[in-house]
């Protein structure tokens, strides 16, 4: 059974930084196309950043330059370094594997106060 477990969730002030980690296990991290959501207060679900299983990387444009994905094959940890958080960055965020639809993480809230 496959499981993603996020964690590095938390309470900041705008301009700072957070890494957030997901733990795969029952898979291999690195055999499938792996992304970070975000879903915002009362609105929808949304890629913020994605990583393909040959290494490439995508971002949407509200977080190119601030935020970067990456792998850990060796510990199957997917990450995402967020810095110089603003306000609009608040949400709760999700990993998921592109593998299979249902391949959830139960998600870690983050929240930017200025």
């Known amino acids: 059974q496959v499981q993603l477990v996020e964690s590095g969730g938390g309470l900041v002030q705008a301009g700072a930084s957070l890494k957030l980690s997901c733990a795969v296990s029952g898979s291999i991290v690195s055999d499938a196309d792996a992304g970070w959501y975000r879903q915002a207060p009362g609105k929808q679900r949304e890629m913020v950043a994605l990583m393909t299983s040959d290494g490439g990387t995508l971002y949407d444009e509200s977080v190119k330059g601030r935020f970067t994905i990456a792998r850990d094959n060796a510990k199957n940890t997917v990450y995402l370094q967020m810095n110089n958080l603003k306000p609009e960055d608040t949400g709760v965020y999700y990993c998921?594997?592109?593998?299979?639809?249902?391949?959830w993480g139960q998600g870690t809230q983050v929240t930017v106060f200025s």
């Open positions: 998921h594997d592109h593998s299979d639809i249902t391949l």
